[in-house]
């Protein structure tokens, strides 16, 4: 049975920075693809970042690139996901996904979700 639990979220002025993480069991963790989406109040879920199973590719949605950092170690069966520069705008609640590409941006094409892990960036 495949779990994702996210942890690392929680309130943080404008231009902080915080990083989550996400601990990943009942998969073979090294040969999977992971990714973070995010889902802002009244807003659709959407791609923040992901990450191949080798960790050697990795993608960005235009709103982060820049500013945030995706990484893995298969040592340790965890995925990060390192914010900085934190806006308003970035506030949502986070999930670390699981069962995808990293090249697919659709929540639907991704099989296994953590419960979330909520962010709050305030001005």
């Known amino acids: 049975q495949v779990q994702l639990v996210e942890s690392g979220g929680g309130s943080v002025q404008a231009g902080g920075s915080l990083r989550l993480s996400c601990a990943a069991s009942g998969l073979t963790f090294s040969g999977s693809a992971f990714g973070w989406f995010r889902q802002a109040p009244g807003k659709e879920r959407v791609l923040a970042a992901s990450?191949?199973?080798?960790?050697?590719?990795?993608r960005y949605a235009d709103a982060v690139e820049g500013r945030f950092t995706i990484s893995r170690d298969n040592g340790k069966n965890m995925v990060y996901l390192q914010m900085n520069s934190l806006k308003p705008e970035d506030t949502a609640i986070y999930y670390c996904?699981?069962?995808?590409?990293?090249?697919?941006?659709?929540?639907?094409?991704?099989?296994?979700w953590g419960q979330g892990t909520e962010v709050t960036v305030s001005s």
């Open positions: 996904a699981t069962g995808g590409s990293y090249l697919t941006r659709y929540p639907s094409s991704w099989n296994y």
């Open positions: 990450i191949s199973w080798s960790g050697d590719n990795t």
